[in-house]
């Protein structure tokens, strides 16, 4: 297997960093999040309400902070503008950190709700040093393509999986100008991926969680792909699957054709 489908750089002069990410959203226990890192995880996402990882990070990055690279952001709430650096400031008190590596506006689904306020609150962020790289969390694939052509941010955060490859038109083409970050997120699809379709044979093929991070992680343009297990044994599971390496093409043809399947489904989830 090539390491580079297990490590890649994040983004242009990133740090290397392991292609799947943990996101601590949903508990999946401290000797959890411990394992991964002993396992070569280094990406970490959280939210300042994933305590279990934000305690894990803050003792383990004791005297070797650059190792890690931990994700974070201000979320782009409808009925009120977050103070992107009132949250950035939290964040650091919670990781007792300088600096955060990405910081990201986060849940933008409309071109109009990145104003020009929050844009400008990253930009001076990282003018500052309090945060190595800046970028967006967006549903809008063709506004994501649009920035990331520009090159004004660093990362993009988007949802990619089996069931949802717009991002290989609208986002994917773009990115080679500026070479940003990318992280990809919902490689099950919300586990719609892990189970059969309506009408779909008894007997049929279904895939399998490893299959679904290793059909993202077999596309180049995304560098690493978050996995939120919900316990050890998830967690474990996922990372062994990708000792496998990259799908064959067979294997890609297949979740395909069943993410197609699960994507013309009458109930259709985001």
């Known amino acids: 297997m090539s390491s580079s489908f297990l490590h890649t750089p994040f983004g242009k002069d990133g ?22 890192v002993d396992n070569g995880v280094n990406f970490f996402f959280a939210y300042g309400f994933d305590l279990q990882t934000v305690k894990v990070l803050r003792d ?11 994700a974070t952001g201000a979320y782009n709430l409808i009925w009120t503008h977050q103070n992107v650096r009132k949250t950035l400031e939290k964040r650091l008190r919670q990781f007792k950190t300088d600096y955060i590596d990405t910081f990201l506006f986060l849940g933008v689904m409309k071109e109009k709700e990145f104003t020009a306020r929050a844009r400008e609150d990253l930009i001076r962020l990282r003018e500052q040093g309090k945060v190595r790289r ?4 967006t549903h809008d694939r063709k506004f994501a393509g ?3 052509d520009e090159g004004i941010l660093d990362a993009f955060m988007i949802r990619y999986n089996a069931a949802h490859r717009g991002a290989e038109i609208d986002i994917f083409p773009y990115l080679i100008k500026h070479d940003p970050g990318l ?11 892990l189970r059969p379709p309506k009408g779909y044979p ?6 399998t969680a490893g299959e679904c991070y290793r059909f993202v992680l077999s596309n180049p343009h995304v560098d690493v792909v978050l996995n939120a297990p919900r316990n050890f044994a998830r967690l474990k599971e996922n990372l062994d699957s990708l000792q496998a390496g990259p799908l064959s093409e067979e294997d890609m043809n297949f979740m395909r054709d069943f993410g ?3 994507h013309h489904t009458k109930k259709y989830f985001m």
Request: glycine content about 10%; overall charge positive.
């Open 202 to 207: 008894k007997e049929g093929r279904i895939p």
């Open 134 to 137: 800046i970028g967006l969390s």
């Open 60 to 70: 383990i990055m004791k005297g070797q902070r650059e190792k890690f690279v931990i």
């Open 260 to 262: 197609d399947r699960v």
């Open 15 to 36: 740090p290397t960093i392991f292609r799947l990410g943990l996101s601590g959203t949903y508990r999946p226990g401290k000797e959890a999040i411990r394992y991964a």
């Open 183 to 193: 992280i990809s997120y919902t490689a099950t699809r919300w586990s719609f991926l």
């Open 146 to 148: 649009k920035l990331a």
